[in-house]
């Protein structure tokens, strides 16, 4: 199973023929709301994969909130540890989009900067289930659980009947993963329960900011972009070369494995063994949003179900750029049959 630890956004994005000057009210041309959030994304893209999907994190108790619970729902992902925080706004993403594609955004975390121990208790929880052999009779079958949307944390033995164990047992092969867009402290608090428990752990470092040194032993993978790589080594990284620098200075940082994701110009990746290249998928791509959280989505599915990191790699690739052949982030997410046709090719 994968368990995404993160957060979940609605984005509201107006197209508008140039950006709002201070002061100035201007007219749109068009208007959507979307489901977003970096946590959300990565757990939709591996639902969509074929594979359980946990989802632990925040909405808020308003109409954002249960529309983003109704999308990870319809695509798959178990939701009955998300928490819905009645006090606070869903986290939004304001997006203006204008005529030559800039983009003026504004994120307000709402219930994702919320996120604290009591979720990560809760991913405790989850990880002590899945981490016990199925017992006679239990299994996927159960029904899903009638709490989402209630406001308080769900007991243990709620928890109980809502997780159906994976069917081999244990929790081998888990793997959690983490993004920046909750409160930092959480992160790590989640990045050591996971330790703890013996499951692997990925970190995509976006919105990109500093990490504290105590962090990076805890992550058996860190996916960062340029930009994220480069605010984490403290120099520019910029195509290949810069790249496998900023990936073995990763490593230097303790993490496992370091992927630096180029966007177009395909991955470098460094392990303790060796460092190596990844073309990027040949596609036309229409809109690259989510592309990152897609690779991540993909690379875990790889993972779980046992591929080597090398070929894990592949799977992020090719479903990063299935993703910048979609518009939006998790209805841009591939299933299973279009990321094998795309790699059989
Ligand atoms: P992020 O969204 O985090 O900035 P990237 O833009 O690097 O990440 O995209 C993540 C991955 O998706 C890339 O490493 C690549 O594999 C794939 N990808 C993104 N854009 C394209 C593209 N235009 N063509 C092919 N693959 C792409």
């Not at 060796?274 to 990027?280: I, K, L, R």
Request: a negative charge; hydrophobic letters at 45%; one cysteine or more.
């Amino acid at each position: 199973s994968i368990i995404v630890f993160g957060s979940i956004n609605i984005d509201l994005v107006s197209k508008t023929p140039r950006l709002p000057l201070p002061g100035e009210t201007l007219t749109g041309h068009s208007f959507v709301t979307a489901p977003g959030g970096k946590g959300a994304n990565q757990a939709v893209a591996i639902a969509k994969l074929g594979v359980p999907s946990y989802m632990i994190g925040r909405v808020g108790g308003d109409n954002f909130g249960r529309e983003l619970l109704a999308s990870l729902q319809a695509a798959g992902v178990r939701t009955e540890n998300v928490l819905v925080d009645e006090s606070i706004s869903s986290g939004v993403a304001a997006i203006a989009v204008d005529d030559n594609g800039e983009n003026q955004i504004i994120i307000t975390p709402g219930a994702n900067g919320r996120v604290d121990e009591t979720d990560v208790e809760r991913l405790q929880s989850v990880l002590k289930i899945l981490s016990r052999p199925p017992s006679q009779g239990e299994g996927t079958s159960s029904p899903p659980s009638q709490r989402e949307g209630t406001n308080s944390p769900p007991s243990q033995g709620e928890l109980e009947k809502s997780i159906s164990p994976p069917s081999q047992g244990g929790l081998e092969g888990s793997i959690l993963l983490l993004q920046l867009e909750i409160p930092l402290s959480a992160v790590i608090a989640a990045a050591q329960v996971a330790k703890a428990a013996g499951i692997q752990v990925i970190l995509d470092p976006a919105p990109a900011q500093n990490l504290p040194d105590e962090l990076y032993p805890l992550v058996d993978i860190i996916t960062p972009n340029e930009t994220e790589a480069g605010r984490l080594v403290g120099f520019t990284v910029d195509g290949r070369e810069t790249a496998t620098a900023a990936a073995r200075a990763l490593l230097q940082k303790g993490v496992g494995n370091a992927i630096v994701k180029l966007g177009a110009r395909g991955v470098i990746c460094a392990t303790q063994a060796e460092t190596f290249f990844t073309p990027a998928f040949s596609v036309t791509a229409v809109d690259t949003v989510a592309a990152g959280d897609a690779f991540n989505g993909g690379l875990a599915a790889a993972l779980v179900e046992g591929l080597p990191l090398r070929q894990a790699v592949v799977w992020g690739a090719a479903a990063g750029a299935l993703a910048a052949t979609k518009p939006g982030a998790q209805s841009a997410m591939c299933d299973r049959p279009t990321l094998e046709a795309l790699m059989a090719t």
